[in-house]
């Protein structure tokens, strides 16, 4: 069995006979790792060496402050609950990834599924789109190699995440259809064509996994062709002003997107941090990776597309009365160091970064956990990555016996000061 993350704990589940919370998980994964100590977490009257070059601002939380570059989120803090005492134990991305998005580290033992593909097999199809959609530029990764904790697992690949990238215009691609060349939503009445395409694709792909894009392929058309699931991924259903609120970042859009999949009724939607850098390598998404330039990516980029399209991404959320039923998570694989490195940067930090929690009955306004004067490490019990999937997976009515069933989320304890 993979070595888990959890904590002892002799509480029970708050949760426990009532029925799920949330309807919709939303996880949004800021890929990367941002810097707690410059968004979530200042640190105020440490040294100049740790504390960086942000003022804070005060929030609708009593005495809860956070950085200057986030104005936006800070007067919306009575609507989310903050976490500041996460720990992991991973400080490379993809086995960080993997540990925060399933609770388990990649090896020993076959990787586990990610908490995404727990709720996809206990909901079943619901409707017609797919259980669990990640809406971003295909399987996060770094440079060296995806993540491996980002669909199915143990589940199997039936269970892994149905893709779609959304571009900065808005623009909806499923990377599923990528193999047939021109094809687009737009010309998928073309069944004659469209065959000879396949044909064609399935010749030149033999031996080379073909079953595994048959699968995805599949369940693309499936979703081309049936009016209802179409209409979930056109943002030009949108008005202008909605999508301008949200900002015109491959962020900003997608967010949009992923509040129509709630809508739609997605059982389990992860809404991916992606802003790639062609020109280094393709499809290398550093995200908050900030080694260089921490201060200035922060300033003049991530934290004013943040600061834009997640409060109005609440808003929506509330307005439209999902966020009753919908839970939305918040979060990285890890923080960043919080002395500031001999670039002028910040580099990975597993002992302590932070997530927001909101919707789906937890109580917001709050703040959980507390990190020490310099952000280093928690002072109250740490919150692990297998708490966060065990309590994701209460919320949405994956119990014990539920859990023990498909033998997933092993010793987890829940969040109990989130219920």
Known sequence: MPLALGLPSTAQSALAGRSPRAKTVLMVWLWGAPSHLDTFDPKPDAPVEYRGPFSTIATRTPGVRFTDLLPRIAQRSDQFTLVRSHITTQ???????????????????????????????????????????????????????????????????????????????????????????????????????LLGQIDKTRRSLEGAGIEGWARQYQQAYGMLTNSKARDAFDLTRESQATRDAY???????????????????????????????????????????????????????????????LPVLLDDLSERGLLDTTLVVVISEFGRTPKINDRAARDHWPQ????????????????????????????????????????????????????????????????????
């Open 91 to 193: 400080s490379g991305h993809p086995d960080g990834g993997t540990v925060a998005l399933t609770g388990f580290h990649e090896k020993p033992g076959p990787v586990q599924p990610n908490f995404g593909a727990i709720v996809a097999k206990h909901r079943g199809q619901t409707g017609d789109l797919p259980g669990f959609v990640s809406v971003g530029r295909g399987i996060i990764r770094d440079a060296g190699r995806i993540v491996e904790g980002y669909g199915g697992g143990t589940l199997g690949k039936a269970y892994d995440p149905f893709l779609i990238n959304c571009t900065e215009e808005g623009k909806a691609d499923l990377p599923a259809l990528k193999l047939l060349d021109g094809l687009s939503p737009d010309r998928i009445t073309d069944r004659k064509s």
């Open 247 to 309: 900002g015109y970042s491959t962020f900003g859009q997608s967010a949009l997107m992923a509040r129509r999949l709630v809508e739609a009724e997605v059982p389990y939607v992860q809404l991916n941090w992606s802003e790639t850098v062609e020109s280094i390598t393709p499809n290398w998404d550093f995200g908050w990776d900030t080694h260089l330039y921490n201060f200035e990516l922060l300033m003049d980029r991530h934290c004013p597309i943040l600061d834009r399209a």
């Open 352 to 419: 302590c970064y932070f997530s927001l929690w909101t919707g789906a009955g937890v109580e917001p306004g709050r703040t959980i956990g507390q990190s020490d004067k310099l952000g280093e490490h928690p002072i109250t019990n740490p919150i692990t990555p297998l708490m966060v999937g065990t309590t994701i997976a209460e919320l949405a009515g994956i119990d014990t016996q539920a859990r023990a069933e498909m033998n997933v989320l092993e010793a987890g304890t829940v969040i109990d000061e989130l219920l």
